[in-house]
């Protein structure tokens, strides 16, 4: 019986959909085929609820995986992984939006700075982001701002990504790059 290597990975994959979708799970097996990765977590648990998440999380991953918490600079994180390294997982874009955010930034900069480096990075990058343009307008100024932002942020970091996939109930849709259709025999 012989192995084959996996295919090799788009320089940025971007997986979006929505809460509880699988976004994560499914972002962690694109690198799992490929042996250990780098979890590259914006996550910061600022209440018990959400260092549950966490938990549960880093339960799942196992111990094959390294954690690097990034919750506010994801390329300065980044630069710290070798050139020609393993892979790198970053989970999520809007968590590090809404961190960016809360800290006062400025939201476009940081998103342009943020998108340069996950297209120069070396090492493939799969980055997992949450769809929230998908529900009602929030009906407050910081929810619809935060909305905008993840949606801005969402479509740049689609069109520097080789691949995008959008998960829904579990289920992957393959947005970029579009699937083509068969020739049809007149």
């Known amino acids: ?14 997986v979006l959909g929505g809460m509880r979708s699988g976004k994560s799970m499914y972002a962690e097996s694109l690198i799992e085929t490929r042996g250990p990765g780098l979890y590259l977590a914006t ?45 790198v997982l970053v989970d999520c874009l809007t968590l590090w939006l809404s961190n960016v955010m809360e ?42 701002a935060f909305a905008d932002a993840a949606g801005r942020l969402n479509q740049s970091a689609a069109q520097a990504a080789e691949r995008v996939v959008f998960m829904a109930a579990g289920l992957a849709v393959v947005l970029k790059p579009p699937l083509e259709a068969p020739e049809v025999a007149a």
Do not use: F
Not at 1 to 14: E, G, H, K, N, V
Not at 63 to 76: H, K, N, R
Not at 115 to 127: D, M, Q, W
């Open 1 to 14: 019986m012989t192995t084959t290597d996996p295919p090799p990975m788009p320089s940025l994959t971007l």
């Open 103 to 144: 800290a006062g930034r400025d939201v476009d900069a940081e998103s342009r700075v943020l998108i340069e480096g996950l297209r120069a990075h070396p090492a493939p990058v799969v980055a997992v982001s949450n769809e929230v343009g998908l529900g009602i307008v929030p009906d407050n100024a910081l929810g619809r």
């Open 43 to 87: 996550a910061d648990a600022g209440d018990a609820e959400m260092a549950e998440r966490i938990r549960r999380h880093r339960a799942r991953r196992g111990s094959a995986w390294s954690t690097v918490e990034a919750p506010l600079d994801i390329v300065g994180a980044l630069g710290e992984v070798p050139r020609g390294g393993r892979p």
